[in-house]
């Protein structure tokens, strides 16, 4: 049985000299044979030309966008052969003879293999017909389809050793070669033991031994003979016994899963998921505030600990029903909205889950209804965002004239959020009233993972948004965009204060998206989270505490130096 035979080595800026000085035989080989001429097919017949300057001079042609690491391997000698039976199947073991055709047809297989498989990449290829049997030396530099040197994209793995492997037997096999046992245990032989095999190989020249010596010799090659049908007989076991095991890691694997699926199918909805999506925004000490209510939450219990109040249970629905006050019907098809059926069910483990089904199926989903215009209202409203805030006058009428902000009955100025294709979604709540007033929330039934405030400024309107400055609120938007002044690109100024609740698949095809969270160390951590989303992501930082601090620092600094220029 003859095989195909492809061996590779990894050599280094520093191996090519000396790995080029043994194919091209300018240094003595001893068991090389000095009548017989070697063949160079690929690349230059000139003696004098250095393999490291070939080498260098492909990596040069393509521009390396990354500095080559010092370890980096320049260059992969392919040696490619077949068994001696092959080329003189006659007489195996007359070492330098071999058959005409057979070498013709395998030579040419081989050259069309590379030629097909590296292409110009390969920068010099050797027929050798000098040692015992014939054999290719072939140099490979590893340049990937970008360009790059990168040697572990061709020859990293078992897999991508084994596809190197089936590739050249595919381009072999129509020559009667045999293919190695895929899966194999054994080690490959490298080129160094390769080149010790051919070395010995001469010693085969049956004219100079004795009787005795033939004697030996063959009784040597019956217990190889033996020795390798037992190698084969273990290696085909152990194949199977690895076909076997991988059988049972996958089918462990399997079971593994399905008692995930089950135990994931008992546990309730998270409560921090549920209570975010009911516009509930969780505070530094770890307590989520919102609607007059300070809720603490220990899965699967939750307890609001608001002045008044001082109720607590357990799970979604109940957190559901007492956030919203409402009825349990009406808290399954909240669920099912915002978590989908499977949410809505996990939520539902302890009660009667085809009721829940049903229940969750007739019931009307809940829809969000803004909190009434109070025109009444709208002056305190406004004196508050342009005086206490800061906000240009001009910027404020043309939001309330757009019905992006307006005033309720508690005088809380309203800003309403969209979805990205104008529906209104929800609304954002920031009390005006007295002195310190910070109360602020979302309005009950918003959808925050479905829409946002945001106004679009700059470029030209029929001009795409090429910009995007993300802010935790409202007023941080609208400072941020008083102090820009008109962006000459199109800009979205959006409002998102978790990743939760980021249009991802729309800002992933925006160019430039801006994290312009507070200078602390939440900010950060959210601007970071972005980051890991959104790769274009830029920080940048207010330097007061926060975007309307830094527009108010800036409107008294100029209220400042135009007072100096009025006493001058």
Known sequence: MAYAIARLAKLKKG???????????????????????????????????????????????????RKIRTDAVYCVELLLTASPSYFRPDDPTNGGYYEEDKLKAWFDAAQNWLTLQYGSRIVRAELHLDEVTPHIHAYFVPLDEFGQLRCNHFFDGRQKMRAFQDSHYAAMQHLGLERGIKGSVAKHQDIKDFYRIVEEGRDLDTGELSPEQLQAKAADRDRAVKKKAEMEETTLRLVKDQELLQQRIQQLEAENQQLRNQLDQLRDLPLEDVAWQLGL????????????????????????????????????????????????????????????????????????????????????????????????????????????RGLPANMVQALHSRRFVYADSNQNAVFGMRSLTGETTGAFLRGTRGEDNSFMGYARGTKRADGWFYLRLGGKPDDDITRVVITKSPIDALSLAAIEGMPQQKTMYLVADSTKSLPVEFLQSIPTVIAAYDSDAAGDELAQAIQDLLPQTERMRPIAKDWNSELLARLRQQQKQKNRGIER
């Open 15 to 65: 191996n090519l000299s000396g790995s080029a000085a043994h194919t091209a035989r300018t240094r003595p080989t001893p068991n090389a044979d000095a009548a017989k001429q070697n063949l160079r097919f690929i690349g230059s017949t000139d003696s004098e030309e250095k393999l490291e300057d070939l080498v260098q001079a492909k990596i040069d042609s393509y521009k390396q966008k």
């Open 281 to 388: 925004t969780k505070t530094k000490d770890g307590k989520w505030k919102g609607g007059g209510h300070i809720i603490s939450i220990d899965e699967p219990k939750w307890y609001d600990f608001a002045p008044g109040s001082q109720k607590g249970g357990g799970g979604a629905i109940d957190l559901v029903m007492y956030v919203n006050s409402c009825s349990f019907q009406k808290a399954l098809a909240w669920l099912s909205d915002r978590f989908g059926s499977g949410g809505m069910l996990k939520a539902a483990t302890h009660h009667a889950r085809g009721q829940a089904q049903e229940i969750a199926q007739t019931e009307p989903i809940p829809q969000f209804t803004p909190p009434a215009a109070d025109s009444s209202q709208w002056s305190a409203v406004q004196q508050y965002l342009i005086q206490q």
